[in-house]
């Protein structure tokens, strides 16, 4: 009706008229924050698909004997080993996304470096239990090689996330503060690759160790988001 005050009608996308420049700026940045969805999709076709291929390198014995069955133990305990240490990353990968809620492009590519060192146990883990002697020094320094450098590719990954999911006051940051457990472990695996130069079993001793140090889940971060 005349004389009565219009309402000025809502741009495209249904933001206030008068306030054009902000919103399109705040719709920017929101564009810009990706989810984690397909990062942890991703990740997790990855790593199922490490774990099928060294599942594919376990060969059946050709005799219908417990004796053929134990004389393959090499290969099924190097199995058992990196099923475990794949696992172990899988899990903790799977916490501490699950206490992020967006990623940048930094996130990625740290997300790759891990994947790219986690992709190399199916090789190392074949190579271990097919060489003479048994084991040898070579393949159980270069398995050493691949666990601390992926131990070592962790790092920037939780870098990239703490900073994109609110720097030293996030979630993440809080809940991961103490490394300890980490550098202890990035400092084993240093020795076990000096060791298996002199004595390789005593090399895979220390990789069960490890192994055995991360095999209960770290819960710090469940421990922070529940609180």
């Known amino acids: 009706m005349p004389g009565e005050a219009r309402s000025r009608p809502a741009t495209c996308g249904g933001s206030p008229g008068g306030n054009d420049a902000s919103w399109v700026v705040a719709r920017h940045e929101r564009d810009l924050r990706m989810g984690k969805g397909r990062l942890e999709a991703f990740s997790d ?3 199922a698909v490490i774990i099928t291929i060294m599942v594919l ?13 134990i004389g393959n133990w090499p290969t099924l305990l190097s199995y058992v080993l990196s099923f475990v240490f794949v696992g172990i990353f ?65 790092i920037p990954l939780q870098r990239a996330l703490i900073a994109a999911n609110g720097g030293a006051g996030g979630e993440l940051a809080q809940a991961v503060s103490s490394g300890a457990k980490e550098y202890l472990t990035l400092a084993l695996d240093v020795a076990a690759i000096v060791l298996a130069f ?17 095999f209960i889940p770290d819960r710090r971060i469940e421990g922070r988001l529940l609180h």
């Open 90 to 154: 899988w899990v903790n990968h799977h916490h501490m996304l699950h206490a992020v809620a967006r990623v940048d492009g930094r996130c990625l590519w740290a997300n790759l470096h891990l994947l790219f060192w986690l992709s190399l146990f199916p090789f190392v883990t074949s190579w271990i239990s097919e060489t003479e002697p048994l084991p040898s020094a070579i393949p159980v320094a270069c398995y050493g090689i691949v666990l601390l450098m992926a131990g070592i590719s962790w």
């Open 57 to 69: 390198e376990l060969k059946a014995p050709h005799e219908a004997t417990l004796g053929s069955l």
């Open 198 to 214: 002199f004595a390789p079993v005593v090399s895979c001793v220390v990789y069960v160790a490890v192994a055995a140090i991360w």
């Open 45 to 47: 076709g990855v790593i």
